[in-house]
Structures are given as C-alpha cells and as structure tokens.
C-alpha cells in the first residue's frame, strides 16, 4: 500500500518528468492510434475507364447518362475532368443494359468513367493524364459521326487520336515499368442523324487522315534539318503503327498489343442506344 501511495503521490505532484510523459502521451496516443488503423485497412483502386475525344462529340452527355440511367441533361463543353463510380456486370453470359448499372445483385463490379475536356488546348494535359491511372483498362474516343464528312472537323479529331495512339504505342516500349496497355473503343456518336457516316466509313475517314498525318509528321522532319544519323531514330518513334508502311490501319496497332475497335450508337435515342458501348467497358473492367 504504501507502493501505491508512493506512485500516486508522484504522478499527483507536479513535476519536469510527470508534464513531459503527460505531453507526451497526449501527443503520442492519436498518431499511435491513427498508425495502428490505417495499417489494418486494405485500399483498393477501382478500375478507370476514360472518355476522350474532341468538343461536341457526345462526352459529357454519355457521361451524364451513364450516371443518371436516363436520359441526359443538357451539356456544355466541359473545361475540367469528371468522374463518376459506376458498377457494371462482368457476366460474359449477360448483356445488362447500363440503366441497371446500380443493381446490386448478381457480379457486379465498381469503375470510374473519368470525363477528359476535349478542347485544343486542353488535349495534351488528358493525354499527360493517362499517365496517372493505376488501373486504366480502357479508352472510349468518342467522335462525331455526323461531322466528320467536313474537313475541319475531321482533321482535328484524327490529330487528337493520333497522339493518344501514338502515347500508347510509346508506351508498350517502356522497359522500365510494366504496365497493362489499354484497348481504345472509338464510339462513333450521333449515328441517329441523317448526315452520320456508317462504321465502315468512319474508319475508313479516319485511317485515310492518320496516314495523311503520319506521312506529313514524317517530311516535316526531313525537312527540319536534323542530322542524317538522327532522323531514323525520331521518325520511327513518332511513327504510328508498322513503321515503313504505305497506309495505316488500326490492325496495325496489334503489333503494339493495343485492341482498336470501332462501334456505332448515339447517345440521345434508344436506337441505336449506347449498350454496345456499355458492354465493350464492363468486358475491360471485368478481364
């Protein structure tokens, strides 16, 4: 008793060691407590999806459906990315309807649609962007099928897919750091309209301004005046698809290991409705 008298007596008495290990476990407890949780908690990175593309091609407004499983709201060009979770069945044997994207029976699992701004000068920060995704499993370039017959639109939207491609490509020949290289949906937009190009056409317009861009890409650095021994060494490295070859074509991008399919849909009427879309994503998240 009279031990405990003696310890009580102590640390009731103020003193230099009592206040130091009184501050001390004050301070001490809620970063000890917050190391012992944090440790005990296993984070898990949802899948990304990503949407690209030019302006007015449809992003934001499949963005918006997507999230509201009805029909979408007026939508501006966005100047800032955007994401939203879905959830998607990954059940090869059944095709659900994105309108039930917030089921919670059956194999569900949870992704981020991450909406990228499609404006010029914006392109190049998405792009940088793709960089950042722990688990990108795939690329919808979205494009407007019913403007791509005019010239100033069809240029821009084959230099904005030329980049992501070629980022793409560059990217399978990283040798320090192993990573998944995604598949890319061209989403053809719009095919509810009379002036919309069919599948066929639409990859034909843009296969035709790819190699346009890769064969001008290639003089002009001819004609840069850069060193014989160097220009090998550049061209080949901004060379989209088979280097040397006549004319591009997505199956050429097998070589990289990147999948480049093209669908049809429209995002403001059921027919031809976006389900394809929808599924060609849960097929990524799920594999």
Known sequence: ????????????????????????????????????????????????IMLMGPENAGKTSLLTLLERGNEPAETH???????????????????????????????????????????????NMAIASLSKIEKLKGIVFMVDAAALGERDSLGPTAAFLYDVLLYLQKATNNSGKARVIPSVLIAANKMDLFTALPVHIVRKQLENELTHLRTTKSKALLDSGVGADEIGSEEQDSWLGRYGAEKFTFE????????????????????????????????????
């Open 1 to 48: 008793m009279a031990a405990l008298h003696d310890v009580a007596e102590m640390l009731f008495t103020p003193s230099a060691p009592v206040l130091f290990l009184g501050v001390l476990f004050i301070l001490g407890a809620p970063i000890l407590l917050h190391l012992l949780l944090s440790s005990s908690i296993t984070y898990t990175v949802a899948p990304t």
């Open 77 to 123: 060009s966005s100047q800032v990315s955007q994401t939203v979770e879905l959830s998607a069945s990954t059940d090869a044997k059944l095709k659900t309807s994105y309108r039930n994207h917030d089921d919670t029976t059956g194999t569900y699992t949870k992704f981020l649609l991450n909406d990228t701004p499609g404006h010029g000068k914006l392109r």
């Open 252 to 287: 050429q991008m097998m070589e990289f290991k990147i999948d480049v399919e093209i669908m049809g849909g429209s995002v403001t009427v059921d027919e031809p409705g976006i389900n394809e879309w929808w599924w060609w994503m849960a097929q990524r998240i799920g594999g």
